[in-house]
C-alpha cells in the first residue's frame, strides 16, 4: 500500500488546480511552491511546537502591534557573573524576528534555527574574555553590548596597531603568550598543535579546557569541556588570532545546534543528510515543465507568485536612507523584479 497523501497544515492553503508530485517513496504530496500560505500567530505557533532543540531553548510566537514575531528564550546564568560562588538560572530572550503571513512554513522553522543559531552566538560572543596584560581586568571585546555609536565616533580608540611582518620568535611561543590571556565560560585554553605557515597561513589546534568548582557544579556548557577548535591564520597577528578563536567558537556552537535541531523528528541541518540526495528530492518537486504545460494552472501560479513578491517590496525610505539608496538605484535603469513602493515618485 502507497503512503498517504501530505495534507496542508494550519496556515497553509493549496493553490487551485495544484497538482500533485508523487516521490521516489510512492508518497503523493503537493509541493510547497504550489502552496498559499496565511499564517497568524496560532499556526506558527503551531509550527514551532514541533520543533526541539536542548532542554535550554524555548521558542515563541506571538502577535504585537508589528504583525506576528518568533523569539528565542534561552535558560542560563549570568555570564558576567565569574565569582566562585553558584549562579542562579536565569531566562534571557533574544530579539524578535518578524514574520509575513504569506512565509512558507518551511521558511518559518528555517526562521526559528537562525534564531537559535544566532541567539547562542550572542552567548558565545559574552562567554570569550581577554584579560589587560598589564593587569588582572578581563573584559569580553566580541560582544554585541559595545557602544557602536561611539566607537564609530572615535575609531581612533579601536584600531589595531601597525604588527610585525613577521614574529621576532616561533609562532607557537606567541601563540602560548596570548592564550594565556584569554578564556572562555572561565575555561582555560590549551595549544595543542602548530603547523606554521604554508600556502594558506596557519592552523591551529586548541582545547577548551575544564571549568572551575563553580561552573563545573552547575553543569552548564558541558558540552564545551574538551572541544578541540581549529583555527586557521592569515597572518601572524595577536588580532588575527583573537577573532580567528572568536570563528571558532561561533562555529562550534552552530555545528551543535545543526545536529540538535529537529523539526518533526527530522534533523533537517545534520550533516547525516546527504546533499546529493537532497538536490534529488528537490529535483522531483519541481516538475515545472508538466505542470505549467496546463495554462489554466500556470496563469494562477505565474499571477500568485508575482502577488507574493510584490507584496515584499518595502516602501521608499525617506532622508539621508533614500539618498543612500537612490545612489546606488539610480545607474541600473532597467532593473527587473519589484522596485520599492513610491522610488518611481521620488526619482522623479
Given at each position: 500500500m502507497n503512503p498517504p497523501a501530505l495534507n496542508p497544515a494550519l496556515g497553509e492553503l493549496t493553490m487551485p488546480g495544484a497538482p500533485t508530485v508523487t516521490l521516489s517513496n510512492g508518497?503523493?504530496?503537493?509541493?510547497?511552491?504550489y502552496l498559499?500560505?496565511?499564517h497568524d500567530a496560532r499556526s506558527v505557533q503551531s509550527l514551532l511546537a514541533e520543533v526541539a532543540c536542548d532542554a535550554h531553548s524555548l521558542l515563541f510566537a506571538a502577535e504585537d502591534g508589528g504583525g506576528v514575531y518568533v523569539q528565542v528564550g534561552l535558560i542560563g546564568r549570568e555570564n558576567y557573573e565569574r565569582g566562585a560562588g553558584a549562579r542562579p538560572l536565569k531566562l534571557v530572550y533574544g530579539r524578535k524576528w518578524r514574520i509575513d503571513p504569506d512565509t512558507p512554513s518551511s521558511e518559518i522553522v528555517q526562521t526559528a534555527f537562525l534564531a537559535l543559531q544566532k541567539a547562542h552566538e550572542h552567548e558565545v560572543r559574552e562567554l570569550?574574555?581577554?584579560r589587560d596584560a598589564t593587569g588582572a581586568r578581563v573584559s569580553t571585546p566580541l560582544s554585541n553590548h559595545l557602544d557602536l555609536p561611539l566607537m564609530a565616533a572615535f575609531p581612533e580608540l579601536t584600531a589595531a596597531e601597525p604588527e610585525p611582518q613577521a614574529l621576532d620568535?616561533?609562532?607557537?611561543e606567541a601563540v602560548r603568550e596570548w592564550l594565556s590571556l584569554c578564556q572562555f565560560a572561565q575555561r582555560p585554553l590549551e595549544l595543542l598543535r602548530c603547523e606554521d605557515w604554508g600556502v594558506d597561513g596557519a592552523a591551529l589546534w586548541v582545547r577548551i579546557g575544564s571549568p572551575p568548582a563553580a561552573r563545573a557544579a552547575e553543569g552548564e556548557l558541558a558540552h564545551f569541556d574538551g572541544q578541540v577548535l581549529r583555527l586557521q591564520l592569515a597572518q601572524a597577528s595577536r588580532?588575527?588570532?583573537?577573532?580567528?578563536?572568536?570563528?571558532?567558537?561561533?562555529?562550534?556552537?552552530?555545528?551543535?545546534i545543526e545536529e540538535a535541531f529537529r523539526f518533526r523528528g527530522f534533523a533537517r541541518f545534520s550533516r547525516r543528510n546527504d546533499p546529493a540526495r537532497i538536490a534529488q528530492l528537490s529535483r522531483q518537486l519541481r516538475p515545472y515543465a508538466r505542470d505549467l504545460r496546463r495554462p489554466e494552472f500556470a496563469a494562477e501560479f505565474q499571477r500568485r507568485n508575482y502577488d507574493t513578491d510584490a507584496s515584499r517590496a518595502p516602501r521608499w525610505p525617506s532622508g539621508a536612507l533614500a539618498r543612500v539608496n537612490a545612489e546606488k538605484l539610480t545607474p541600473h535603469r532597467h532593473l527587473s523584479g519589484h522596485l520599492p513602493q513610491g522610488y518611481a515618485r521620488a526619482a522623479a
Open positions: 508518497c503523493a504530496c503537493v509541493p510547497q511552491h498559499q500560505f496565511r570569550l574574555t581577554l620568535r616561533p609562532l607557537a588580532v588575527e588570532f583573537v577573532f580567528a578563536l572568536m570563528d571558532a567558537l561561533i562555529h562550534c556552537s552552530n555545528r551543535r
